[in-house]
């Protein structure tokens, strides 16, 4: 440890030596600033906490894949996605068969384009155990088990809880999570037999924050997370299929028809909007890589996880800035109903 | 600013000085341990953060309460409570009537003992919205709106992903998230007309990390909490109701008969398990407070918010450690049934 400690400090010696030359050329004032302790000490800090953080990143991914490495034969595998006809599905589901990937899409809307060849579209309503394991079954038969699971279909709707309809909140948990519960019952047993596959909850940056105007979809998406938590732990612990990976990804808010109100609002929105590709790009390079893990995006809200962490006043701060973008969204629909109903009623009378 | 701090070192100037003789009949060793620059960093880090907290604490009171005070007249308030006939909850109806508050049980099972003359019961399933409707109609007609909800009904069953009937997960959403929306949508509307209440969400410790055996549970109570921060969003920004209260109970294992497994499983727990008391004495003492809050119960758990801000690997260990008991509960019972089996064949043969 010692000669460790002397071989650094005469690496740094000689970087020293190096920049001392270049650090002359420099205006006096540079200089001092460039050679005091406070410059030393954030120089310091910044190496440090880039080191830990490298640590973390690096020993997760050892962690998370139960410290196992896995081979993936794109070739062989067959990757089952569930609401793979519009979205952040349907883009993921070009860029997979553009690789000549087999992909089974589970949709309850039909495709609106013609599929290539490897991909298999079958109707299926996520929410209803009978058609999950009618589509299980023939797509078993038809294609073999899958290997690859993406629990992407969701929804959402605007709207507060005294407002919203009790079928619209039931089927936001019914879609966005109870439905992980069922493809999940259908193709783990065979990943778990062959010690070999992987399943990525397609969660969102709502898991982290319970938001006014979608309390519902929040609920949904933190328990979405929950799932691939408790999944995960069932897998490594109960089953022992240590090769069996689990993802959860995170994304903010995406240009998807989900949040067409917003993008015709008119309304200054303050957070991030993603492009579908953004966001699909990063999933899709994940499912390649084959490896378990947790995907915030975009790295700018990497943190996220941090929220519910924070006192409660810097909380609800946070969530306040958050709904009141919502909050907004909502009183420019108002006065627009509003106007129209005053123009509908003009035109009658 | 200087002139305080000025004080301020006068006052500390003035405690060494009273201080002087008291270390002077100290041993030398100890004296010199006691002055040390160490032992000085030691307790001026020690009282920063304390100062640090309980600043985060006195600012989360007034935030949480939108910098407003209330009064609660509990000769007039009335307190509705769901799953009042067992566990936490009857302990509470228990600790409210004996204060002489009216308090309405919403419970599936009929009341264990007789009930005193300002408790009320309602047969109600809190997952049907026909119940929960016809049971509100009742109420005000009888009581008066409720000024105080506790969604406190809460159930769970044991088992994994796989093995978990459909029913079973779907009736632990229900119960225990789903019916916070239909009891929020029957008297949130009177809280905010008269903007006075108090709506408590009893959620769990498993709001904050997903384990095996109970992942379905964990959802359901993560989704709680999110749903407890959507609805403090909605009642502050979209209604304005300023001083009607929200608040969220997290408790670790309690001695309740949900636990009735793991108390059985002669298992070694290695997590706390609370007696129903301390629970109820805690929830009791908030909801007569009658302020806006987020208890983790017991104190010693009160980061349980931070396990989803840690890096990846330290989150898989603590979930690990906090599910193998839960695993170790499972096979303890597949053993005695594996042994129940074959008692049962000997006997037959």
Redesign the interface.
């Known amino acids: 440890m010692e000669s460790a400690i002397a071989t650094l400090q005469q690496h740094f010696a000689s970087i020293q030596e190096y920049l001392a030359p270049l650090l002359a050329k420099l205006p006096p004032p540079v200089q001092t600033a460039v050679t005091s302790t406070t410059t030393r000490n954030v120089v310091a800090f910044v190496l440090v906490w880039n080191l830990v953080k490298s640590f973390?990143?690096i020993?997760?991914g050892?962690?998370?894949n139960n410290w196992t490495s896995d081979k993936w034969n794109w070739s062989r595998e067959v990757v089952f996605i569930t609401g793979g006809c519009s979205g952040i599905g349907q883009y993921i589901v070009d860029k997979l068969a553009s690789r000549g990937i087999k992909v089974i899409v589970a949709d309850i809307q039909e495709p609106q384009t013609k599929l290539p060849s490897n991909v298999h579209f079958y109707k299926c309503d996520v929410t209803s155990?009978d058609s999950v394991k009618a589509v299980g079954a023939k797509v078993r038969k038809e294609h073999g088990d899958p290997t690859v699971l993406i629990n992407n279909a969701g929804i959402g709707h605007e709207g507060?809880?005294?407002d919203k309809p009790?079928g619209t909140?039931?089927k936001v948990?019914e879609v966005n999570?109870?439905a992980h519960?069922?493809t999940?019952?259908e193709f783990?047993?065979a990943m778990v037999k062959r010690n070999h596959g992987h399943i990525i909850t397609i969660a969102s940056a709502a898991s982290?924050?319970?938001?006014?105007?979608?309390?519902?979809y929040?609920?949904?998406?933190?328990?979405?997370?929950?799932?691939?938590?408790?999944?995960?732990?069932?897998i490594?612990?109960?089953y022992k299929a240590k090769k069996v990976r689990t993802s959860v990804i995170h994304p903010i808010w995406v240009k998807t028809p989900l949040i067409k109100p917003i993008m015709e609002s008119g309304v200054k929105f303050r957070q991030p909007i993603l492009e579908v590709a953004e966001v699909g790009d990063a999933i899709v390079k994940h499912v390649l890589k084959g490896n378990s893990?947790?995907l915030i995006i975009p790295k700018s809200i990497s943190?996220a996880?941090?929220v519910?962490?924070l006192?409660?006043?810097i909380q609800?701060?946070i969530?306040?800035i958050a709904?009141?973008d919502l909050?907004k969204i909502?009183d420019a629909q108002d006065a627009q109903l509003a106007k129209d109903q005053a123009a509908a009623a003009a035109a009658r009378s």
């Open positions: 973390n990143s020993v997760s050892f962690m998370l155990t507060p809880i005294l009790e909140i039931r948990f999570t109870l519960w069922w999940v019952k783990l047993p982290f924050l319970g938001l006014g105007e979608m309390t519902d929040s609920c949904s998406k933190a328990s979405a997370l929950s799932f691939h938590e408790g999944l995960t732990q069932e490594r612990l109960w893990g947790q943190n996880g941090l519910r962490a006192p409660n006043w609800e701060i969530r306040n709904s009141l909050k909502r």
